[in-house]
T-cell receptor
C-alpha cells in the first residue's frame, strides 16, 4: 500500500493559464475523490469517480474545471483559464467503497500570480 | 445552518489533559462519520471512523456518536504536544462525498 500520490506538489502559474493535476489512488480502491481546501476551511467536495464513471460533480466545479479517470486508475483535474480565486490546496482521496474511510494524498498547492 | 459544524476554537489544553472536540451535522440520514487530523501545511490524516451509536476507542482516542442528537465527538486522552493540529469532522451523507466542518484548532501546551 503506497498511499495516494499527487503530482505536482506545488504549482505556480499566471492568471489565465491552464493547469493539470494528477492523482494516483491506492491501487485496490475503486473510488476517487477531488476536494479543494482554502486556508482556515475544511476541504470542499469537487467531484468523485467510481472506477471510470464520474458519479457526482459539485456546483463549485464550474465549466473551467474538468476531471477524468479514463481507465479507472489515475485521475486528472484540469483548470482552464485560471483565476485568482482558484488558489487553493487541491486534495485527492480514495476509498474502497462509498462508506469506507477516504485516504488523502499530500495535495497540490496551486498559487495564481 | 451549516451542514457540519464544529465547536469554535482554538482549543488549548495542558499536556496530559483530555481534549474534547465536538461536531453536529444536519443530514439525519448520514450513516458514516470520520475524524481527521491535519497538521499545518499537510493533508488530512484519518484518525477514527464510526458508524454506530455509542463509543469507539482506539488508543488514546475515543469517538462518540449519537445519531438521534446528530452529534459526534472526539476525546483525546493524555494529550501530547504532538496532538496539536486542526481536527476535522467529516460526515458521509450519501455513501459518496464527505462534508467537512471548518475544523477545530487544538493546542496542547507543555
Amino acid at each position: 500500500d503506497t498511499g495516494v500520490s499527487q503530482d505536482p506538489r506545488h504549482k505556480i502559474t499566471k492568471r489565465g493559464q491552464n493547469v493539470t493535476f494528477r492523482c494516483d489512488p491506492i491501487s485496490e480502491h475503486n473510488r476517487l475523490y477531488w476536494y479543494r481546501q482554502t486556508l482556515g476551511q475544511g476541504p470542499e467536495f469537487l467531484t468523485y469517480f467510481q472506477n471510470e464513471a464520474q458519479l457526482e460533480k459539485s456546483r463549485l466545479l464550474s465549466d473551467r474545471f474538468s476531471a477524468e479517470r479514463p481507465k479507472g486508475s489515475f485521475s486528472t483535474l484540469e483548470i482552464q483559464r485560471t483565476e485568482q480565486g482558484d488558489s487553493a490546496m487541491y486534495l485527492c482521496a480514495s476509498s474502497s467503497d462509498g462508506d469506507q474511510p477516504q485516504h488523502f494524498g499530500d495535495g497540490t498547492r496551486l498559487s495564481i500570480l | 445552518q451549516k451542514e457540519v459544524e464544529q465547536n469554535s476554537g482554538p482549543l488549548s489544553v495542558p499536556e496530559g489533559a483530555i481534549a474534547s472536540l465536538n461536531c453536529t451535522y444536519s443530514d439525519r440520514g448520514s450513516q458514516s462519520f470520520f475524524w481527521y487530523r491535519q497538521y499545518s501545511g499537510k493533508s488530512p490524516e484519518l484518525i477514527m471512523s464510526i458508524y454506530s451509536n455509542g463509543d469507539k476507542e482506539d488508543g488514546r482516542f475515543t469517538a462518540q456518536l449519537n445519531k438521534a442528537s446528530q452529534y459526534v465527538s472526539l476525546l483525546i486522552r493524555d494529550s501530547q504536544p504532538s496532538d496539536s493540529a486542526t481536527y476535522l469532522c467529516a460526515v458521509n451523507p450519501s455513501y459518496g462525498k464527505l462534508t467537512f466542518g471548518q475544523g477545530t484548532i487544538l493546542t496542547v501546551h507543555p
